[in-house]
């Protein structure tokens, strides 16, 4: 038992989780098996910085995994949330709070008329998958190697090199029959979608993709990729989903969609759209999200969907993100990805970097799909994680996930984290 009161140590408190939950953690990546070490535990955050529960501060690039975009405990949301809770933490019936937020989401991404707000993105992705599937009466998806969906089923297959064939599930426990109408295709590769849709004509309910890759690290986009897959799509009748989860709202002000002027079928949302209280949102064009129960035939639904709190913190979130925000954003990135170029010195390493997402791969070569991420330094940048925690930064615990900036981050946070980095490399290269 953990004693009222007693201060315990991030080892012991470990220890503790680790008797009461699967690997001490609630999502895997959080236990450190990338980086080694055991995972510290926090008692709280504020602005770009985290407090471990023995009273140490670290800057934070973490940001809970970009959900956090005004910085910890944003005054406004914090607001926002203790006036919704005193309210009523939950109605399990219609409110004014899910007309507000969605009004602000549908304004701000072009070609956006209706949402769905659901609790998690991999509801979000498994409910426009069904929609995808229930709107063209195809049953084939098409996904990229080395992007990321959530924990659903017919999305966890990666498979292994080469062009895509038809997928093995990643994880025990996922029948064959659930990746089996799952097809993979190579990020950056528009060849390798033209081949599939080809091969699978009039099979093929929808592509999923991340606009900008966020879950092998940061891969951009080619210039071309994505207007490529968006044409292939409309040739061959496939919805073209944008899993807009890490980047929504994050990369623009409307999203990937507003900053590369592409408009997908139906786009995923997450994250940012929760202010840091668990949301994920589905929409599209009105005749596509009306076949979603109550006025149409596919059965989605959610107990604690629309709840007030997280309703009102996005919301929060959102009003905070404006032209000068992003802005900031971009110029606090930018200085970032220098300083971090400098600081890499003659070790090879690529410092790739959309917006205020950022990812360093020790790499000769720059990063494009998954494969090119594989063969990225992990071990060398296990070494770096936990050099740089000594300093006081607190980076994501795995190499190939991308690094978050909010716009608490001051240039001399930035400046900071910059010089730890060189220190780090300094004693390990
Ligand atoms: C985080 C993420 C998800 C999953 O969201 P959860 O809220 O963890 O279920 C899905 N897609 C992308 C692109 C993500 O980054």
């Known amino acids: 038992m953990i004693a009222q009161g007693a201060r315990m140590s991030s080892k012991e408190l470990y220890l503790r989780a680790q008797e009461l939950m699967p690997g001490g953690v609630n999502s895997p990546v959080r236990a450190f098996r990338a980086v080694g070490g055991s995972p510290l535990f926090f008692e709280k955050a504020s602005g770009d910085r985290l407090t471990d529960v023995e009273g140490r501060e ?26 919704a809770a005193q309210g009523g933490t939950s109605f399990g019936a219609p409110h004014p709070g899910e007309i507000a937020l969605a009004e602000e989401i549908v304004a701000r991404v072009p070609g956006l008329e209706m949402v769905r707000f659901v609790n998690s993105g991999s509801e979000a992705t498994s409910a426009a998958i069904r ?43 996922i029948p064959e029959e659930a990746t089996k109408a799952t097809l993979l295709a190579r990020y950056n590769d ?61 990369v623009a002000r409307g999203g ?35 076949m979603i129960a109550p006025t149409g035939p596919v059965y989605q639904a959610g107990t604690l969907s629309g709840n007030p709190l997280a309703m009102a913190a996005g919301l929060a979130a959102l009003k905070g993100m404006d032209d000068a925000a992003y802005a900031e954003l971009e110029s606090r990135g930018a200085e970032l990805e220098s300083g971090l170029k400098a600081a890499c010195g003659k070790v090879p390493a690529q410092v790739q970097r959309v917006g205020s997402m950022t990812s360093v791969f020790f790499n000769s070569d720059p990063v494009v799909d998954f494969d090119s991420a594989q063969r990225s330094d992990r071990q060398f940048f296990g070494r770096l994680f936990h050099a740089l925690l ?11 996930e991308s690094w978050f900036l909010t716009t608490t981050h001051s240039r001399q946070d930035v400046q900071k984290t910059c010089a730890a980095f060189a220190e780090a490399i300094d004693e390990l290269a």
């Not at 800057?59 to 006036?83: E, R």
């Open 131 to 173: 929609l995808a599937r229930a709107a063209t009466g195809r049953a084939k998806v098409l996904k990229f190697e080395g992007n990321y969906h959530g924990a659903v089923d017919a999305l966890l297959a990666k498979a292994g090199s080469g062009v895509a064939t038809f997928s093995l599930p990643d994880s025990a426990g």
């Open 390 to 400: 000594e300093r006081g930064v607190y980076l994501p615990p795995s190499a190939l």
């Open 256 to 290: 990937a969609q507003d900053f590369f002027g592409i408009s997908a079928d139906l786009v995923c949302m997450g994250k940012v759209i929760g202010g840091g209280l668990p949301v994920g949102a589905y929409g599209g064009a009105k005749d596509l999200m009306r």
């Open 58 to 83: 670290y800057i934070d690039y973490v940001c809970s995994w970009g959900a956090v975009i005004t910085g910890h405990a944003d005054p406004a949301i914090v607001a926002a949330v203790a006036k």
């Open 190 to 250: 528009e060849v390798s979608v033209e081949q599939l849709l080809d091969e699978h004509r009039g099979e093929v309910a929808a592509v999923i993709v991340e606009p900008v890759a966020g879950n092998m690290g940061c891969v951009p986009p080619r210039p071309g990729f994505l207007q490529k897959v968006r044409e292939l799509c409309s040739r061959h009748g496939v919805l073209l989903i944008f899993d807009e989860v890490m980047t929504g709202f994050r």
